[in-house]
C-alpha cells in the first residue's frame, strides 16, 4: 500500500503541471491572439512585415535559450542549495550583458537591411525596446519555472501577454495602430511581466570568480546548442525569409497565418518545454539513462496522439479555422495547412531528443544535425520555391525536418548505448 506521504508529493507535481500548462496557454494564446489582431488591424501585407522583422527578434531569442536558458535549466535542479544564490547572480548579470549587447547589434543589422531595401527605418527604436524587455521577461519566467515555482511565472506572463492584447484592442480602436507602436506595446508590456521578478532582482549579488566560472560552464553546453538552435531556425525560418524575398510580404503573411493556426497545440508542447527537460535531468541524475528513456518514451506516446488528433482536426476543415481567426483576406491560403501539418508531426518528434541530449549534458550532436537539416533545406528551398512556389517552399521544409529527426534519433540512442555499456 503507498504510504500516505507520497500523495502530497504526488499532489505538488500535479499542481505544478497545472500552473505550467496553464501558463503556456497565457503565453501561446497571447502571441497566437497578438498575430491575429495585428493581421485584422494593419492588413495582410503588414503583417507579413511584422513577421519578417520578428524573426530577425528569434534569431537572438534563439541564441538566448541556448546560452542561457537551457544551461540553467539543466545545471539550475541539480544544484545544492547553498549554490543557488551565487549561480543565478551571475547569470542574471550575464543576461544583462546578453541582452544589452545582443539588441544593439540585432537592431543594427535590422537597420542596415531596412536601409538597404529603400524601407521605413522609423521602427527600429521601438522594436529595440520590445526586443530587449522581451529577452528580460523571458528570462525571468524561465527562471520560476527552474526553480519550480510556476505560480510566479504565470503572474509574469498575464502581466505581459494579457495587459498586451487588451492594450492592442483599445489603440486600434482610438486610430493610433501601426507597426512601431506594436512594438513599443511589446515593450512597455514585458516591463510589466518584470514586477513579479523583483523580489528576486534585489537579492541577487555577483563575483567575479562564479561569473567567470557560469560563463564557461554555459559556453561548454551552450555553444554547441547555440550553433545547433541557429542552424535549426535557419530550417524553420528559412521558409518565411525565402518566401518574402522571392514571393512578397503578404504570401509570408497568409503562410504565417496558417502556421499559427496549427500552432496552437504549442500551448501544451512549448508547457513542457518548461517541464520536461528539468524533471528529465533530474531522473536522469537520479536513476540514470533507463528512467530517462522511458519517461520521453511515455511523453513521445501520449504528445504525438495529441499531435496527430489536433492536425486532423484543422486540415479537415482549414478554410473554416482560417477565416475564424484571421478572415476572409487570408481565405486563399487555407490549403497551405495539409502541408504544415505534417511538418508540425516531425518538429514534435524532434522535442524529446533534443531533451534527452539536454538531459545527459550531450548537445554536441545537435549542431550537427541540424547543420546537415539546413544545408539540405538551403539546396532544396530556392529551387523548389521558384518551380512550385508556397508547395515547393514548405515541401523543402518538410523533407529537412525529417532529416532532423531521423539524425537525432540516431545520435541520441547511440550516446544512451554508450553510456549503459560504458563503451
Known sequence: ???????????????????????????????????????????????????????????????????????????????????????????????????????????????????????????????????????????????????????????SDVLAYITRIGLLVAMSMHGHL?????????????????????????????????????????????????GSRLLQMATSEGPFAVAGAMLGAEVVGGMRATWNVLAMIHILFQGMDNLVPVQGAKLFAAKGTGALVAYLRKFTLLGGALTVFAMLVVVAVPEFWVNLFYGEEFLKYAWITRIQAIIFVLIFLAHPLTYGLCAIEYTRPEMYVNAVATLVGAILIFPMTQWWGITGNMAAFGIAQAVAVYLMWRAFFDRIRQMETGS
Open 178 to 226: 501601426n507597426l512601431g507602436s506594436v512594438f513599443w506595446l511589446i515593450a512597455a508590456t514585458s516591463l510589466l511581466g518584470l514586477i513579479p521578478g523583483w523580489s528576486f532582482l534585489s537579492k541577487l549579488r555577483v563575483s567575479s570568480e562564479h561569473f567567470t566560472e557560469n560563463v564557461r560552464s554555459h559556453w561548454r553546453m551552450g555553444k554547441w546548442l547555440s
Open 1 to 155: 500500500m503507498p504510504s500516505s506521504s507520497k500523495f502530497p508529493r504526488l499532489s505538488e507535481r500535479h499542481s505544478r503541471i497545472s500552473w505550467v500548462l496553464l501558463d503556456q496557454m497565457v503565453v501561446s494564446g497571447g502571441n497566437f491572439l497578438l498575430s491575429v489582431l495585428i493581421a485584422r488591424f494593419l492588413g495582410i501585407t503588414a503583417y507579413g512585415e511584422y513577421v519578417l522583422l520578428w524573426i530577425a527578434a528569434t534569431v537572438l531569442f534563439t541564441l538566448q535559450q541556448s546560452l542561457i536558458i537551457r544551461p540553467m535549466m539543466s545545471f539550475g535542479p541539480k544544484l545544492e542549495e547553498h549554490e543557488t544564490l551565487d549561480y543565478y547572480s551571475t547569470l542574471t548579470f550575464q543576461q544583462l550583458i546578453f541582452g544589452l549587447a545582443g539588441s544593439t547589434l540585432m537592431s543594427g543589422f535590422v537597420y542596415f537591411l531596412l536601409r538597404w531595401n529603400d524601407l521605413d527605418t522609423s521602427v527600429i527604436v521601438p522594436f529595440y525596446a520590445a526586443l530587449f524587455t522581451w529577452l528580460w521577461q523571458d528570462y525571468i519566467r524561465r527562471y520560476f519555472f527552474t526553480i519550480e515555482r510556476a505560480k510566479p511565472a504565470f503572474y
